[in-house]
């Protein structure tokens, strides 16, 4: 079993930036590929990015390319969602999950385990 846990979420105003984290117990996330997903109110829950643990390569959202960028800290054993130039419609809940797939999925029927999501809100 692995557990995820999300956190860096909180609220903020429109324009400014957050950095999520997402970390693992139970086993590292070497042989994954670690993916951020978002839901927002009242929609279905939508791709961000992923990235492969293991070379580092990334595969972001066209909506989400040039303000959100994730990463990895193999020394910290953790995965970054960088998010700049906030909106208001970024609020969402943020949740990162991994899957053995490493061929860049955006499918979220292939991520196996997933944390219980951050709350990210951004106000006008």
């Known amino acids: 079993q692995m557990q995820l846990v999300e956190s860096g979420g909180g609220l903020v105003q429109a324009g400014d930036s957050l950095r999520l984290s997402c970390t693992a117990s139970?086993?590292?996330?070497?042989?994954?590929?670690v993916g951020w997903f978002r839901q927002a109110p009242g929609k279905e829950r939508e791709f961000v990015a992923t990235?492969?643990?293991?070379?580092?390569?990334?595969y972001h959202a066209d909506s989400m390319k040039g303000r959100f960028t994730i990463s990895s800290d193999h020394a910290k054993d953790v995965v970054y969602l960088q998010m700049n130039s906030l909106k208001p419609e970024d609020t969402a809940v943020y949740y990162c999950?991994?899957?053995?797939?490493?061929?860049?999925?955006?499918?979220?029927?292939?991520?196996?385990?997933w944390g219980q999501g951050t709350q990210v809100t951004v106000s006008s």
């Open positions: 999950a991994v899957t053995p797939v490493l061929a860049m999925s955006d499918r979220q029927y292939e991520y196996d385990y």
């Open positions: 139970g086993r590292t996330f070497s042989g994954y590929s």
């Open positions: 990235l492969r643990w293991h070379d580092g390569n990334t």
